[in-house]
């Protein structure tokens, strides 16, 4: 797959092509039906798929300080689209410049004029233009004037649930992990530096990565974990784990209550691991919430606390003592 960062990467001689539009936060099952349109229209025509996104968040540039809780970073939303068969992942910087086309502008100016689009699939609540004055009618109108296709896509859901970014963000929020799975198509991630903390695991003899996490991400609410811990690729890998190899951990995110804290922290019990993980670009999966963050009355009341959060962890996650 390609990836371009700005219409400026178009190269010499792009010819037609079937473009799919969003922000694609999550990536989730609504936006998997968008891009199944998007690659089946190309195939069909035998042209690559684009999928367009923007970054920053939108909303960041036409209300500053309103930028959502993050689903997926770009890299992460790029590796999801490549899997689904999307050819190009192309990220288009959004600035009051872009924020303040009119939609006839932007759809002559970027689908025509840049990518050469043959077709556009998007969402059938998707708007786009200054003020957000273009919808799919609008787009449609456009289409037929400029010369391409206009698919609108209904995003799916269950028990009367449309699947998008603001229902998924309510659920992490909430710690609700499970029902955010099921609307994302797989456990909710949260990426970060492994950074130096407290040490209060390790002397209590759960040794913990401290997860810094990228700005703006959706954290789940205050709680105890069952979760996935993966060291991504980079430049070093840490001796005792693989890199990309799924581990099993029981993951606290709070304020540490029972310590007075005051930060808000993402801590990770690896089972049966104790490496140095400082410094490494980690991603925790979050499968199941255990329980909320509670204060302890004793040092042994929390300790006992967490070895049954790792025996519950072990049982969620089906894996071996």
Not at 24 to 53: C, K, N, W, Y
Not at 77 to 89: K, P, S, T, Y
Request: net charge negative; aromatic share 8%.
């Amino acid at each position: 797959m390609l990836r371009w960062r700005g219409l400026e990467n178009v190269p010499p001689g792009w010819g037609r092509c079937v473009v799919t539009i969003g922000v694609f936060d999550g990536v989730h099952r609504g936006h998997a039906q968008l891009i199944a349109a998007a690659t089946r229209a190309a195939a069909e025509r035998g042209i690559p798929s684009v999928l367009m996104t923007f970054d920053p968040h939108p909303s960041e540039v036409v209300r500053p300080g309103t930028h959502p809780p993050q689903l997926s970073t770009l890299h992460r939303r790029a590796d999801l689209a490549q899997e689904m068969g999307i050819d190009v992942f192309c990220v288009i910087p959004f600035t009051p410049t872009l924020a303040a086309q009119s939609p006839e502008e932007f759809a002559h100016e970027v689908l025509v004029e840049q990518l050469h689009a043959a077709a556009v699939v998007v969402g059938d609540n998707f708007t786009f233009g200054h003020k957000a004055l273009g919808d799919v009618a609008k787009l449609t109108e456009l289409g037929e004037r400029f010369g391409f296709e206009v698919t609108g896509v209904s995003l799916f859901g269950e028990h009367a649930v449309t699947y998008s970014s603001t229902y998924i963000r309510s659920c992490v929020s909430s710690g609700d992990v499970e029902l955010a799975a099921e609307a994302l198509g797989r456990p909710h991630r949260v990426e970060g530096v492994v950074v130096h903390g407290a040490k209060r695991g390790r002397d209590l003899g759960y040794p913990t990565a401290n997860v810094a996490a990228t700005v703006h991400a959706a954290i789940p609410g205050d709680g105890v974990y069952a979760a996935w811990f993966t060291v991504l690729p980079s430049a070093n890998e840490p001796q005792g784990m693989v890199i990309g190899r799924r581990y099993p951990a029981a993951v606290s995110v709070g304020t540490n209550p029972t310590f007075s804290g005051r930060n808000r922290t993402v801590e990770a019990y690896i089972l049966d691991v104790d490496v140095d993980v400082y410094g490494q670009h980690v991603a925790v999966d979050f499968v199941s919430r255990i329980r909320g963050m509670d204060a302890y009355d004793s040092l042994d009341a929390l300790i006992a606390a967490i070895r049954d959060d790792v025996d519950r962890t072990r049982v969620i996650l089906g894996v071996d003592d």
